[in-house]
């Protein structure tokens, strides 16, 4: 299938800080994929390569099969930011005729406010707008020009769940009628609703690139802490280290790690379990993986 958006061994700095590391993707025609990672992983970097905002230190990075610093083939693309300010004198009808005329393809306007549920706005001047509808205003303008890709970086952000769900609603539209689409989420739940496909990026890195079903099994671990001076072999721990006297272990099974422990005898105290953090997961199963080989 057509690759839409391509980075090879991309690297990008900022002074001291590698924001990314030797990153590879591609994104196929059709495709709606989640990009998954904590605060500073990356994640905006890499939309703003992809969207020709900024250029990679090292490597390469392909959209549509051209260069993303060429206008033209930016003209194929729909971005919306993490943030956006929209002038606020201007009505809805206003700014998407505004955008829409930037572009050689144009959606039609009813039916693009109709998708994200303005379609009774069009006449409201922007300033009139709550946050959550101006929200929802910048994501249709990514679609004004009828993109082939879209890149929306955390576009649901301060939404409620009922303009969530009406933003979900147009994004998942435009999917079905073939469109491709990278966006950028904090959380799993966000990603799961739209993609299939999951990209978890952590300090620069691609942690994981699967199924969102995949991705749960992986997330879904907890993090067992103890005191012990030693533990015996114990079942279903996917990796263990020890800190400041403590032990801390992985496991999809907490539980029937916790009986385990009783029932070997071993003395031990200050057991606490705790959901693991996105970033903990995968760096303990990647760290894992590469000590494995
Ligand atoms: N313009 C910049 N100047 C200096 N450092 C930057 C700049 N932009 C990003 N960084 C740094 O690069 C790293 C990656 O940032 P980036 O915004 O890409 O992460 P992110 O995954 O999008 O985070 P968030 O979820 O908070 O938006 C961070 O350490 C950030 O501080």
Redo the contacts with the bound molecule.
Sequence with gaps: MTVLARAAQVSRR??D?L??DRVSLDIRAGELVGLL????????????LFVGLRRPTSGTVELLGGSPQDPLVRQGIGVTP?ETGLPEALRVGEIVDFVSAHYPRRADKGELLARFGLQDLARRQIGGLSGGQRRRLAVALAFAGEPRMVFL??PTTGLDVEARRALWDGVRSFHEQGGTILL?S?YLEEIEALARRVIV?GH?RVLADDTVTAIRDVVGTRRVSLTAAELPELPGVLSSEREDGRIHLLTADPDRLVVELVRSGTPFSGLEIRPTTLEEAFLAITSKETADV
């Excluded at 990672?37 to 703003?48: Q, V």
Aim: glycine share 20%; no cysteine.
């Design positions: 900022y002074g800080v924001a990314l990672g904590p605060n500073g992983a990356g994640k905006s970097t890499l939309i703003n993490q970086d955390e950028t904090h990026v620069g």
